[in-house]
């Protein structure tokens, strides 16, 4: 939490107490969750139950760069790597909806620089590939390498 609050200080940005919380709720699960899931976590410790409040912050926190929103999962997702402004690749199993970010650069500049020549200009750079995990490879088929 500590790397958000610099984040944010280096931008300018405010932290609230309810962002913070908010994000804390992101990065404890280690696995993508839900605007609900985090309304409802909210609202049992008493910080309220309006759905656009959550909204909000998680909105504030994904252009502060502290989190990604998952498309494909409608879910949330914390930042590897806050400290850079970045596009990523996040590589999405349909079986247990885990999430890796790849984050890798060279990907970042060839699509960015693709996307400039096809004189399209991105809002949400993010790529999502979905497919099935090694875990859950080998879970579905035991003697996969």
């Known amino acids: 939490m500590r790397t958000a609050a610099e984040v944010c200080r280096q931008r300018g940005l405010k932290l609230t107490p309810l962002r913070l919380r908010v994000l804390e709720l992101v990065w404890q699960r280690h696995a993508p969750i839900g605007a609900y899931d985090i309304l409802d ?3 049992h410790e008493g910080l309220g139950n309006a759905p656009p ?3 909000r912050a998680l ?3 994904i252009g502060a760069g502290l989190v990604h929103r998952i498309d494909t999962l409608n879910a949330y997702f914390g930042c590897e790597a806050p400290r850079t402004g970045h596009a990523a690749q996040f590589l999405v199993c349909r079986a247990c909806h ?3 970010e790849l ?7 060839l699509l ?3 996307v400039r020549a096809a004189g399209f200009v991105s809002d949400a750079p993010d790529v999502e590939i979905k497919g099935v995990c090694d875990a859950c490879q080998s879970a579905t088929h035991p003697h996969h390498p």
């Open 53 to 55: 409040t959550v909204y």
């Open 112 to 114: 960015a620089s693709r």
């Open 98 to 100: 885990g999430v890796t």
């Open 103 to 109: 984050g890798d650069p060279t990907i970042s500049r």
């Open 59 to 61: 909105n504030f926190l």
């Open 41 to 43: 976590k909210l609202s």
